[in-house]
Protein backbone atom coordinates (compact mmCIF):
# COMPACT_ATOMS: atom_id res chain seq x y z
CA UNK A 1 0.00 0.00 0.00
CA UNK A 2 1.65 3.08 -1.15
CA UNK A 3 1.06 6.54 0.41
CA UNK A 4 -1.37 5.11 3.01
CA UNK A 5 -1.87 5.96 6.73
CA UNK A 6 -1.46 3.48 9.77
CA UNK A 7 -4.70 1.76 11.03
CA UNK A 8 -5.69 1.97 14.72
CA UNK A 9 -6.45 -1.64 16.13
CA UNK A 10 -9.87 -2.07 15.35
CA UNK A 11 -10.44 -0.16 12.60
CA UNK A 12 -11.14 -1.96 9.43
CA UNK A 13 -12.14 -5.70 8.50
CA UNK A 14 -9.06 -7.44 7.38
CA UNK A 15 -7.81 -11.36 8.22
CA UNK A 16 -4.82 -13.16 6.79
CA UNK A 17 -4.63 -16.40 4.76
CA UNK A 18 -1.67 -18.02 6.24
CA UNK A 19 -0.85 -21.42 3.98
CA UNK A 20 0.31 -24.35 6.34
CA UNK A 21 0.61 -21.97 9.61
CA UNK A 22 4.18 -21.58 9.21
CA UNK A 23 5.67 -17.91 10.18
CA UNK A 24 6.10 -16.80 6.31
CA UNK A 25 2.23 -14.78 5.69
CA UNK A 26 0.86 -15.61 2.80
CA UNK A 27 0.53 -12.09 0.17
CA UNK A 28 -3.10 -13.07 0.26
CA UNK A 29 -4.88 -10.09 2.59
CA UNK A 30 -8.84 -11.16 2.58
CA UNK A 31 -11.14 -8.38 3.40
CA UNK A 32 -14.34 -10.27 4.87
CA UNK A 33 -18.06 -10.61 5.63
CA UNK A 34 -19.29 -12.82 8.30
CA UNK A 35 -22.50 -14.60 7.80
CA UNK A 36 -25.11 -14.13 10.46
CA UNK A 37 -23.64 -17.42 12.00
CA UNK A 38 -20.24 -16.20 11.43
CA UNK A 39 -19.49 -19.25 9.93
CA UNK A 40 -18.33 -17.74 6.50
CA UNK A 41 -16.50 -15.22 4.76
CA UNK A 42 -16.67 -13.86 1.38
CA UNK A 43 -13.23 -12.67 0.11
CA UNK A 44 -11.00 -12.48 -2.83
CA UNK A 45 -8.23 -15.52 -3.76
CA UNK A 46 -5.83 -15.35 -6.59
CA UNK A 47 -4.61 -19.04 -5.64
CA UNK A 48 -6.78 -22.46 -5.07
CA UNK A 49 -5.82 -24.45 -2.09
CA UNK A 50 -6.35 -26.94 -0.26
CA UNK A 51 -8.68 -26.19 2.88
CA UNK A 52 -6.17 -28.60 5.37
CA UNK A 53 -3.28 -26.26 3.88
CA UNK A 54 -4.95 -22.71 5.07
CA UNK A 55 -5.82 -20.78 8.36
CA UNK A 56 -7.76 -17.44 8.48
CA UNK A 57 -6.20 -15.21 11.27
CA UNK A 58 -8.58 -12.51 12.88
CA UNK A 59 -8.24 -9.01 14.16
CA UNK A 60 -4.74 -9.42 13.02
CA UNK A 61 -2.52 -5.88 13.01
CA UNK A 62 1.44 -6.81 12.84
CA UNK A 63 2.05 -9.19 9.67
CA UNK A 64 4.22 -11.14 11.40
CA UNK A 65 2.31 -14.60 12.04
CA UNK A 66 3.49 -14.86 15.27
CA UNK A 67 2.65 -11.87 16.68
CA UNK A 68 -0.73 -12.11 17.56
CA UNK A 69 -2.51 -9.66 20.11
CA UNK A 70 -5.04 -10.64 23.03
CA UNK A 71 -8.35 -10.58 20.45
CA UNK A 72 -6.47 -12.19 17.58
CA UNK A 73 -8.69 -15.43 16.24
CA UNK A 74 -7.16 -18.45 14.18
CA UNK A 75 -9.68 -20.50 12.28
CA UNK A 76 -9.08 -23.10 10.24
CA UNK A 77 -10.91 -23.67 6.66
CA UNK A 78 -13.59 -26.27 5.91
CA UNK A 79 -14.62 -25.59 2.31
CA UNK A 80 -13.30 -23.02 -0.33
CA UNK A 81 -16.21 -21.91 -2.43
CA UNK A 82 -15.18 -20.87 -5.88
CA UNK A 83 -17.01 -19.35 -9.01
CA UNK A 84 -16.95 -21.95 -12.11
CA UNK A 85 -16.16 -19.17 -14.50
CA UNK A 86 -12.60 -18.09 -12.41
CA UNK A 87 -9.99 -19.11 -14.55
CA UNK A 88 -7.24 -16.39 -13.22
CA UNK A 89 -5.18 -14.56 -15.65
CA UNK A 90 -6.21 -17.25 -18.21
CA UNK A 91 -10.09 -15.86 -18.16
CA UNK A 92 -8.80 -12.30 -17.46
CA UNK A 93 -9.50 -12.40 -13.89
CA UNK A 94 -13.26 -12.19 -14.29
CA UNK A 95 -15.31 -13.91 -11.31
CA UNK A 96 -11.81 -13.28 -8.56
CA UNK A 97 -14.00 -13.71 -6.04
CA UNK A 98 -14.35 -17.07 -3.01
CA UNK A 99 -16.15 -17.86 -0.17
CA UNK A 100 -14.42 -19.67 2.77
CA UNK A 101 -16.29 -21.68 5.06
CA UNK A 102 -14.87 -21.58 8.32
CA UNK A 103 -14.66 -24.91 10.58
CA UNK A 104 -15.83 -22.82 13.86
CA UNK A 105 -17.57 -19.65 14.79
CA UNK A 106 -15.78 -16.08 14.71
CA UNK A 107 -16.77 -14.38 17.86
CA UNK A 108 -17.06 -10.65 17.75
CA UNK A 109 -14.94 -7.90 19.07
CA UNK A 110 -13.18 -5.24 19.49
CA UNK A 111 -10.67 -6.02 16.86
CA UNK A 112 -13.19 -8.36 15.16
CA UNK A 113 -16.00 -6.79 13.55
CA UNK A 114 -18.76 -7.38 9.97
CA UNK A 115 -18.41 -5.44 6.93
CA UNK A 116 -21.94 -5.46 5.27
CA UNK A 117 -22.72 -7.27 2.18
CA UNK A 118 -24.98 -4.82 -0.30
CA UNK A 119 -27.30 -7.67 -0.88
CA UNK A 120 -30.45 -5.56 -2.66
CA UNK A 121 -28.19 -3.52 -4.59
CA UNK A 122 -29.33 -0.38 -2.52
CA UNK A 123 -26.01 1.39 -2.15
CA UNK A 124 -24.18 0.22 -5.45
CA UNK A 125 -24.75 3.16 -7.93
CA UNK A 126 -23.76 5.51 -4.66
CA UNK A 127 -21.27 4.00 -3.94
CA UNK A 128 -19.55 3.25 -7.40
CA UNK A 129 -20.41 6.43 -8.66
CA UNK A 130 -17.65 9.10 -9.85
CA UNK A 131 -15.20 10.41 -7.25
CA UNK A 132 -16.86 8.24 -4.50
CA UNK A 133 -14.48 7.61 -2.15
CA UNK A 134 -13.97 3.84 0.14
CA UNK A 135 -11.31 2.80 2.13
CA UNK A 136 -9.10 -0.43 1.98
CA UNK A 137 -6.59 -1.80 4.05
CA UNK A 138 -3.56 -4.47 3.95
CA UNK A 139 -0.09 -5.27 4.69
CA UNK A 140 1.18 -4.61 1.11
CA UNK A 141 4.34 -3.47 -0.73
CA UNK A 142 4.69 0.38 -0.06
CA UNK A 143 6.84 3.19 -1.30
CA UNK A 144 9.88 1.52 -0.36
CA UNK A 145 9.31 -1.53 -2.16
CA UNK A 146 8.95 -3.65 1.04
CA UNK A 147 5.83 -5.04 2.72
CA UNK A 148 4.68 -3.29 5.74
CA UNK A 149 4.74 -4.86 9.22
CA UNK A 150 1.82 -3.19 9.92
CA UNK A 151 -1.55 -2.38 8.98
CA UNK A 152 -2.13 0.41 6.72
CA UNK A 153 -5.26 2.08 5.14
CA UNK A 154 -5.81 4.30 2.24
CA UNK A 155 -8.99 5.79 0.45
CA UNK A 156 -9.54 5.34 -2.79
CA UNK A 157 -12.22 7.58 -5.16
CA UNK A 158 -13.86 5.78 -7.83
CA UNK A 159 -13.00 6.33 -11.16
CA UNK A 160 -15.36 5.67 -14.14
CA UNK A 161 -15.12 3.10 -16.58
CA UNK A 162 -14.12 5.05 -19.59
CA UNK A 163 -11.39 7.05 -17.49
CA UNK A 164 -9.86 3.96 -16.37
CA UNK A 165 -10.05 2.46 -20.02
CA UNK A 166 -7.85 5.67 -21.58
CA UNK A 167 -5.30 5.99 -19.00
CA UNK A 168 -4.59 1.99 -19.36
CA UNK A 169 -2.21 0.21 -21.46
CA UNK A 170 -4.12 -2.05 -24.28
CA UNK A 171 -2.93 -5.28 -23.01
CA UNK A 172 -4.55 -4.22 -19.60
CA UNK A 173 -8.28 -2.46 -20.77
CA UNK A 174 -9.22 -6.45 -21.09
CA UNK A 175 -9.57 -6.67 -17.02
CA UNK A 176 -12.50 -3.67 -17.26
CA UNK A 177 -15.68 -5.47 -17.28
CA UNK A 178 -19.33 -5.11 -16.45
CA UNK A 179 -18.05 -6.79 -13.08
CA UNK A 180 -15.49 -5.04 -11.92
CA UNK A 181 -14.44 -1.58 -11.61
CA UNK A 182 -11.61 1.17 -11.48
CA UNK A 183 -10.53 2.70 -8.49
CA UNK A 184 -7.49 5.21 -7.22
CA UNK A 185 -5.31 7.71 -8.23
CA UNK A 186 -2.70 7.96 -10.66
CA UNK A 187 -0.14 10.08 -8.26
CA UNK A 188 1.69 7.31 -6.40
CA UNK A 189 -1.09 6.37 -3.85
CA UNK A 190 -2.30 3.44 -4.10
CA UNK A 191 -2.51 -0.64 -3.23
CA UNK A 192 0.06 -2.75 -4.29
CA UNK A 193 1.38 -6.29 -4.32
CA UNK A 194 0.52 -7.89 -1.11
CA UNK A 195 -2.70 -6.04 -1.08
CA UNK A 196 -4.75 -8.22 -3.05
CA UNK A 197 -8.15 -9.80 -1.61
CA UNK A 198 -8.55 -6.21 0.44
CA UNK A 199 -11.85 -5.02 0.32
CA UNK A 200 -12.68 -1.81 -0.69
CA UNK A 201 -15.52 -0.25 2.03
CA UNK A 202 -17.49 2.71 1.99
CA UNK A 203 -19.75 4.05 5.17
CA UNK A 204 -23.10 5.12 5.56
CA UNK A 205 -23.91 6.42 8.93
CA UNK A 206 -21.71 4.51 10.56
CA UNK A 207 -22.10 1.16 8.80
CA UNK A 208 -19.71 0.04 6.52
CA UNK A 209 -20.53 -2.03 2.94
CA UNK A 210 -17.87 -3.68 0.81
CA UNK A 211 -18.21 -3.24 -2.80
CA UNK A 212 -15.06 -4.09 -4.09
CA UNK A 213 -12.37 -6.55 -3.74
CA UNK A 214 -8.60 -5.69 -4.72
CA UNK A 215 -8.60 -7.69 -8.19
CA UNK A 216 -5.28 -6.68 -10.45
CA UNK A 217 -3.40 -3.63 -11.21
CA UNK A 218 -0.59 -3.11 -13.66
CA UNK A 219 3.35 -4.00 -12.92
CA UNK A 220 5.75 -1.47 -13.35
CA UNK A 221 7.80 -2.04 -16.46
CA UNK A 222 10.47 -4.54 -16.22
CA UNK A 223 9.49 -5.60 -12.39
CA UNK A 224 6.97 -6.99 -10.31
CA UNK A 225 6.10 -4.58 -8.69
CA UNK A 226 2.75 -2.71 -8.99
CA UNK A 227 2.29 0.96 -10.99
CA UNK A 228 0.67 3.25 -7.88
CA UNK A 229 0.44 5.81 -10.78
CA UNK A 230 -2.36 3.56 -12.07
CA UNK A 231 -5.86 2.38 -11.15
CA UNK A 232 -6.31 -0.84 -9.36
CA UNK A 233 -9.55 -3.05 -10.93
CA UNK A 234 -11.60 -4.35 -8.53
CA UNK A 235 -13.79 -7.13 -8.17
CA UNK A 236 -17.65 -5.56 -8.36
CA UNK A 237 -18.92 -7.71 -4.97
CA UNK A 238 -22.83 -6.65 -4.98
CA UNK A 239 -23.04 -8.15 -8.89
CA UNK A 240 -22.32 -11.78 -6.90
CA UNK A 241 -24.64 -11.16 -3.87
CA UNK A 242 -27.13 -14.02 -5.62
CA UNK A 243 -24.02 -16.55 -5.23
CA UNK A 244 -22.61 -15.61 -2.32
CA UNK A 245 -26.55 -15.80 -0.54
CA UNK A 246 -26.62 -19.43 -2.31
CA UNK A 247 -23.63 -20.41 -0.93
CA UNK A 248 -24.03 -19.82 2.71
CA UNK A 249 -27.81 -21.14 2.12
CA UNK A 250 -26.26 -24.74 0.24
CA UNK A 251 -23.83 -24.69 3.82
CA UNK A 252 -27.29 -23.94 5.86
CA UNK A 253 -25.17 -20.52 6.92
CA UNK A 254 -28.72 -18.80 7.97
Known amino acids: MVRRSVCRR????????????????????????YARELRSMSCALHLEFKCRRLTVILGKYYADYERNDNLTQI?????????AAYQ????NYGSDLAVLILSSRVEFSAAVRPVCIDWELDYIDQDLSQGSV????????????TFSDKLYKVQLPVVPDQTCITQQS???KKYITYTTFCAGYNNGTGVCNGDSGGGLMFSHNGTWTLQGVVSVS??????????PTKYTIFTKVAMYAKWIKYVLDSNHIN
Open 170 to 172: RDF
Open 88 to 91: DKTG
Open 134 to 145: GTVAGWGVNEND
Open 218 to 227: PRRRGTSFCD
Open 10 to 33: GDHWTSVVNVNSIENVTNTVTKCR
Open 75 to 83: KTIKEIVML
